[in-house]
T-cell receptor, first 114, second 116 residues
Framework: GENVEQHPSTLSVQEGDSAVIKCTYSDSASNYFPWYKQELGKRPQLIID?????GEKKDQRIAVTLNKTAKHFSLHITETQPEDSAVYFCAAPSTRSNDYKLSFGAGTTVTVRA | NAGVTQTPKFRVLKTGQSMTLLCAQD?????MYWYRQDPGMGLRLIHY???????AKGEVPDGYNVSRLKKQNFLLGLESAAPSQTSVYFC???????????????FGPGTRLTVT
């Protein structure tokens, strides 16, 4: 199945600075890369995703970039705010079957310092 | 719509006891999933289902069983609980989707299980 590695495991940033989280994947056939945000005690929720036919996607202060050649994708958060403090998970689908299971990274705990 | 709901929210079991976790969704989604979340290990897939009456093993299926008798419900069973099954369990669902849409998984609020 797909192997997804996520770095760093923890990230502390000053409010207003940028945060970048990187994930690598192993299956070159993977074509969909979501990012989920999980606030403390809450459920994971999709914040942005990218498909393999584009290299970058933006949604206000968050963006995701994809490098298919190197098999990595990254989440960028600009002008960080206290509400960005959460655990972020990347994922990639298992494409060896047609049922689109997701393999998740281990997560990055982001802390935004005021 | 309630989305994805899970019952119970919390549970404490003694080693060897059994229990069933219930996941329900009202979005008419075909696919349903059970994950466990442990510190530093992300979300690991236990079992999943691609439709009513079907189930399949995920990454960490040992010690768990599942059933999908109705499209809207996905049950996770622990026959003989062990301390290693102490975790937070999340259910998720998504529509069948195509190559260009429908991949988002919608998660339930989670069940915190402690096995002593």
């Amino acid at each position: 199945g797909e192997n997804v590695e996520q770095h760093p495991s923890t990230l502390s940033v000053q409010e207003g600075d940028s945060a970048v989280i990187k994930c690598t994947y192993s299956d070159s056939a993977s074509n969909y890369f979501p990012w989920y945000k999980q606030e403390l005690g809450k459920r994971p929720q999709l914040i942005i995703d990218i498909r393999s036919n584009v290299g970058e996607k933006k949604d206000q202060r968050i963006a995701v970039t994809l490098n298919k050649t190197a098999k990595h994708f990254s989440l960028h958060i600009t002008e960080t705010q206290p509400e960005d403090s959460a655990v972020y998970f990347c994922a990639a689908p298992s494409t060896r079957s047609n049922d689109y299971k997701l393999s998740f990274g281990a997560g990055t705990t982001v802390t935004v310092r005021a | 719509n309630a989305g994805v709901t899970q019952t119970p929210k919390f549970r404490v079991l003694k080693t060897g006891q059994s229990m069933t976790l219930l996941c329900a969704q009202d979005m008419n989604h075909e696919y349903m999933y059970w994950y466990r979340q442990d510190p530093g290990m992300g979300l690991r897939l236990i079992h999943y289902s691609v439709g009513e009456g079907t189930t399949a093993k995920g990454e960490v299926p040992d010690g768990y069983n599942v059933s999908r008798l109705k499209k809207q419900n996905f049950l996770l069973g622990l026959e003989s609980a062990a301390p290693s099954q102490t975790s937070v369990y999340f259910c998720a669902s998504r529509p069948r989707g195509t190559g260009t849409s429908g991949y988002e998984q919608y998660f339930g609020p989670g069940t915190r299980l402690t096995v002593t």
